[in-house]
């Protein structure tokens, strides 16, 4: 007997691009700048909103970071860094 999982908004995403691949067509590119402010929220397991809240952004800042709209700058940027290659500094400031 098998058991629908419910697939996660990341796991059909990956799912439609491993389609376009395969029928030739460009998948989803993105930025090295988008890459860094995903990946730096899912290293510290945060909501867009609890992350902006944390790095004292508005969430529209992390959703156009996240969308390729923006690219963030200065202290958000380093931040982002800081997140991502050690997330227990900011899991620390989460608390």
Do not use: C
């Not at 529209?60 to 050690?86: I, K, M």
Request: hydrophobic residues 35%; positive net charge.
């Amino acid at each position: 007997m098998t058991s629908k999982r419910k697939m996660t908004d990341e796991g059909a995403e990956l799912l439609k691009a491993v389609k376009q691949m395969k029928a030739g067509k460009k998948g989803r590119v993105y930025t090295p700048e988008q890459l860094l402010a995903i990946s730096a929220r899912q290293s510290v397991n945060l909501t867009q909103k609890e992350f902006a809240r944390l790095l004292n952004v508005s969430v529209d800042s992390v959703q156009d970071w996240e969308q390729g709209r923006r690219s963030p700058r200065g202290a958000a940027r380093t931040l982002l860094r800081v997140a991502h290659e050690h997330p227990e500094v900011l899991e620390q400031l989460a608390d």
